[in-house]
Every structure is written in C-alpha cells, then in structure tokens.
C-alpha cells in the first residue's frame, strides 16, 4: 500500500497518540481500540472503538477497517491478531513476534539460542528450585513474573530463602523465571525498524536512566565509546532480523563493567527511549513505524542536532491534570514538551515528555531538568 489507507491501533494511549500524529501526514486514517471514550490517540484525530483490547468483537471490528493492524502495548492475545492475520488483514509485528515477548522466559531462551548475550537465567518451578539457583547466581538474583511486568511491576530482588519465600507468596500461582544480577555500569537502548520488506533501520544508542524500575531519562547519544556503540547497533541490527517481523522495536541493553552488551528486554513496538527521535532525527520512531509496517521505505534514522535529553513527566500526586508552567518551559532555548492528554494524575503515571536539544549533552541535560522543575501536572 502506497501512502494511504487505514492504520489499526491495538491501544489508544500516548504510543498511539504519538503514532497517529506520525500517520496522519503520510496521508493514513488511524482506528484505535481503547477501552475509554476520548483516547489520547483520539484527542489528535484518530477515530476509535470503545472496548477492551482483548475484546474479540473489537478486534474484528478493527480488522475489518484497518489496511494494517499494529499494537502500542505487548499484553494482548496475541492468538486473536493471529486470526486477524490469517483473514487476510496484515498485523506488525507478528501475532508470533508479540507471543514470544509476552513470556519474557521464553523471549530470554530465544536470544540465547540466537547466540544474543543475556544475562544467566532459569525457570523457577517451586522454592526448591529457587534456592539452588540464589546459590547458583552467587547469593543474589532478581525473580521476575513471566507475563505482564514492566515498570518494575512483577520484579523482585531476591537474597534469601526467607526472600523467595516472600516472592512466592506475592506473585501467587503465576509462573516465574529467575535472572542473575548484571553488574552494569550503564543501562543502553536502540532502536531499531525492520519492514515488511527485511528492510532495518537503527537509531543511535541512548543511555536511559532509571529510578524505581521506571525511565526518567534518555541521552543522546549515549556517552559510550564507539566499540560499544558498534556493538549495540550490530546486536539490535541482529535481533530485528531474527525476530523478521515489521515494525520499530525497542532493545534495551547492559553495559557491564568489562565492556559486554547484553541484552535485557524487546519491546516489540515503539518505546519511551525513542520518544527524543520526535524532535532530534530527520525521521521519528512513530513514522518509522508507520513506514515499516505499511511497506514504505524506512527514513534517515540520523540526528539533527549534536545532543538530545528526553525527560518522562511523571505524575507525582493523585488527582485533576493541571499542566502548568507549560509558557516557562517554553522559553528554554531548545526544549520542546509532549503532553499525552491523559486524566488523572497518578503517582509514577507517564503524562508527558520534556526533550532538549543542544550543543552539548551536559547542556541539553541541565536544560531538560530546569523545564522540568517548572511543570505541575
């Protein structure tokens, strides 16, 4: 399909707002699913269906007005977009893709047998088999639930036998694997297009920094040596051809103090370490994506500007959006604000994005965290 038709969005929150945004100048309609009426997708021109995103009437429905289907969140069921694709309606990434990455074990055994470098890990099938992997991984490993985590949710840093006893508890009858704790010195991020053609596209390497499991900053480019960036790029480059499906992926990574990459986790859609490629590449995560799975060529992933900061706004109280002192961030030389349209607040919700551009990586830093003083949402 040549630049126009209709895109089918799985998920009407900020990634299909930002991807709407990107599709509409290529000159596509957008449909969501969105289990609220007024999505943020919605509030910048998409049309949508109100319904839960596993609901399968839904799901027809948006098959039936959509050219390509895409997703902006992995935990769906991934067997109806399976039946979707067989109909005859193209879905990016791939009902299989998307199945592989919802079980984090099995996405770790996968980039193992791809020869990807991970981190030590295993299945935890009962306590026993816990304590002899805390012994295994040198007294101190990490317990994460197989299905539905992120953001830290479903994660639990285990020591002790009277720790693991407490994770088996809190995470009930859901199946677990166990990863060894990575001594690393930098956490790392690419992204990177595939399209429906084999195409790929990578973008620059970003440090992203964590605080309580959650992103709160991206810099770009990471202050890595050009070894290591090579490396993350060839790695990326790698995953996105075994996983051969279209669409742009997000593969966060390990620095370890000896110089490994490793990889940590896919996201098989766009993700919060692209979110700077808005305003500092010549073409974004989003209409890369958009490219991708509609089967346009992809775009010039490089930088326009030597040094980019991306700053998440987390809510940090319950109640009313307010949105102020948007004019004070606005006066900053080089800074640029994204608000996602979403009430509530909440404590750690993602509201919106702050990104500073600058000669300099120190410079864009300071700029992105003094805009970010200013705003109350």
């Not at 088999?129 to 197989?146: E, N």
């Not at 010195?185 to 195409?199: D, H, N």
């Not at 900053?332 to 909440?346: A, C, E, R």
Request: hydrophobic share 40%; with cysteine; charged share 20%.
């Amino acid at each position: 399909m040549q630049g126009a038709g209709t895109i089918g969005i799985v998920g009407g929150g900020q990634l299909g707002r930002m991807l709407t945004l990107a599709a509409k100048p290529l000159g596509f309609h957008v449909v969501v699913i969105n289990p609220s009426p007024n999505s943020p997708a919605a509030q910048v021109g998409a049309e949508e269906i109100v319904a839960d995103l596993y609901d399968p009437k839904a799901l027809r429905e948006l098959a039936k007005r959509a050219d390509h289907v895409t997703i902006e969140i992995e935990h769906l069921d991934a067997k109806a977009l399976e039946t979707i694709s067989k109909k005859g309606t193209p879905v990016n990434p791939s009902a299989s893709t998307i199945q592989l990455i919802q079980d984090k074990f099995l996405q770790k055994q996968a980039l193992k047998a791809w020869h990807i470098p991970v981190s030590d890990f295993d299945a935890v099938i009962n306590e026993d088999s816990a304590v002899k992997l805390l012994k295994r991984f040198g007294g101190k490993m990490i317990i994460k639930t197989r299905h539905g985590g992120y953001d830290g949710r479903g994660n639990m840093v285990v020591m002790s036998k009277s720790d693991i006893q407490k994770a088996l508890k809190l995470f009930g009858d859901r199946q677990l694997y166990a990863e060894a704790i990575v001594p690393f010195t930098k956490e790392l991020a690419v992204m990177v297009a595939r399209s429906v053609t084999g195409q790929v596209a990578t973008y620059p390497v970003v440090e992203t920094i964590h605080k309580r499991n959650i992103c709160i900053e991206v810099l770009v480019p990471a202050p890595v040596s050009p070894v290591v960036r090579r490396k993350a790029e060839k790695i990326a480059t790698k995953v996105a051809d075994l996983l051969g499906s279209a669409g742009t992926f997000g593969i966060e990574m390990f620095l370890t103090k000896n110089g490994k990459v490793l990889v940590n986790e896919i996201a098989p859609r766009v993700h919060n370490s692209g979110h700077y490629t808005v305003v500092a590449n010549r073409t974004s995560q989003f209409e890369q994506h958009i490219r991708a799975i509609a089967g346009l060529p992809l775009g010039d992933t490089s930088l326009v500007v030597p040094a980019a900061v991306m700053i998440n706004i987390l809510g940090e109280r319950d109640g009313p959006t307010l949105a102020e002192g948007i004019d004070e961030v606005l006066k900053i030389p080089g800074v640029s604000i994204h608000l996602y349209g979403k009430s509530p607040t909440k404590i750690d919700r993602k509201m919106g994005h702050i990104t500073a551009t600058s000669r300099t990586l120190q410079q864009a830093r300071k700029n992105a965290r003094n805009a970010r003083k200013k705003v109350v949402i």
